[in-house]
Nanobody, 123 residues
Framework: QVQLVESGGGLVQAGGSLRLSCAAS????????MAWFRQAPGKEREFVVA????????DYADSVKGRFTISRDNAKSTMYLQMNSLKPEDTAVYVC????????????????WGQGTQVTVSS
């Protein structure tokens, strides 16, 4: 299992930006596909975006396309999520996850999860 720690969450006004980070340790980071999921109060966890182990392939949920950008730095064992044009409906706990495969976005494929970081967007 790879250990994951998120950071960068906070309170921001609608239209603002935040950059989340997910630091990995314990295993070879470049062997893992990575993803961000989010869970709002009273709702199920939902997929946000995934990135392949090389960083060459990404897939975004329709709700964040054009506003969020995922990236990874395998040398630093860290994944990032740049979130722009934030909306109140983006308010959630954002969790990073790792899957021992080239690329996936299927939640059940992810065996390692972080604790999450809170993102709150005020209107």
């Amino acid at each position: 299992q790879v250990q994951l720690v998120e950071s960068g969450g906070g309170l921001v006004q609608a239209g603002g930006s935040l950059r989340l980070s997910c630091a990995a340790s314990g295993r070879t980071f470049s062997n893992y596909a990575m993803a961000w999921f989010r869970q709002a109060p009273g709702k199920e966890r939902e997929f946000v975006v995934a990135i392949s182990w090389s960083g060459s392939r990404t897939d975004y949920a329709d709700s964040v396309k054009g506003r969020f950008t995922i990236s990874r730095d395998n040398a630093k064992s860290t994944m990032y999520l740049q979130m722009n044009s934030l909306k109140p409906e983006d308010t959630a706990v954002y969790v990073c996850a790792a899957a021992r495969t080239r690329f996936t976005w299927t939640q059940s494929d992810f065996g390692s999860w972080g604790q999450g970081t809170q993102v709150t967007v005020s209107s």
